[in-house]
T-cell receptor, first 114, second 113 residues
Framework: GENVEQHPSTLSVQEGDSAVIKCTYSDSASNYFPWYKQELGKRPQLIID?????GEKKDQRIAVTLNKTAKHFSLHITETQPEDSAVYFC?????????????FGTGTRLQVTL | DARVTQTPRHKVTEMGQEVTMRCQPILGHNTVFWYRQTMMQGLELLAY????????DSGMPKDRFSAEMPDATLATLKIQPSEPRDSAVYFC???????????FGAGTRLSVL
């Protein structure tokens, strides 16, 4: 089955700096890669996703890049703010349109310091 | 703002007791997922259903866990008998045929003493 590795497990940045989280996946057939943000005691919430026919996607301060050849994808957060502090999970799926099961990475705890 | 609803939000029980967790997916969503989250194992998929039919329950310990969808508006996850190692947060998520996005409920925090 699919295996997703995520690094780093913890990341501390100063407010205003950029943060990068990296994930690799094992199944070359995976074609959907969402990122979820989970604040302490809350539910995971989708913040951005990318499909295998796209190399990069951006939404304001958040961007995701995908390298299918190397089987890795990354989350980039620019101009970090204290409210970005949370645990971020990457995931991979074989979904082609309908909701399909996700394999999650182990999470990255991001701390944005003032 | 449509949301996945889970009950109870918190459950404390003693080892050996039966635990039932409930999930109401977003109206119109036809796929329901059950995840378990622990510090050690992260987010693990236990089981999922599409159009109320179980598609994959390979992540679920079969001897004590069972998952069902009695109807399109209710999914249940049962543990019988419960054990301390079952202590975790259990999330339900739902998704639709239209796009590959899962929406999570607020979770049930289970503590088995």
């Amino acid at each position: 089955g699919e295996n997703v590795e995520q690094h780093p497990s913890t990341l501390s940045v100063q407010e205003g700096d950029s943060a990068v989280i990296k994930c690799t996946y094992s199944d070359s057939a995976s074609n959907y890669f969402p990122w979820y943000k989970q604040e302490l005691g809350k539910r995971p919430q989708l913040i951005i996703d990318i499909r295998s026919n796209v190399g990069e996607k951006k939404d304001q301060r958040i961007a995701v890049t995908l390298n299918k050849t190397a089987k890795h994808f990354s989350l980039h957060i620019t101009e970090t703010q204290p409210e970005d502090s949370a645990v971020y999970f990457c995931a991979a799926s074989l979904g082609t349109g309908t909701a399909s099961k996700l394999t999650f990475g182990t999470g990255t705890r991001l701390q944005v310091t003032l | 703002d449509a949301r996945v609803t889970q009950t109870p939000r918190h459950k404390v029980t003693e080892m050996g007791q039966e635990v039932t967790m409930r999930c109401q997916p977003i109206l119109g969503h036809n796929t329901v997922f059950w995840y378990r989250q622990t510090m050690m194992q992260g987010l693990e998929l236990l089981a999922y259903f599409r159009n109320r039919a179980p598609l994959d329950d390979s992540g679920m310990p079969k001897d004590r866990f069972s998952a069902e969808m009695p109807d399109a508006t209710l999914a249940t996850l049962k543990i019988q008998p419960s054990e301390p190692r079952d202590s975790a947060v259990y999330f339900c998520a739902s998704g639709s045929e239209a796009k590959n996005i899962q929406y999570f409920g607020a979770g049930t925090r289970l503590s088995v003493l």
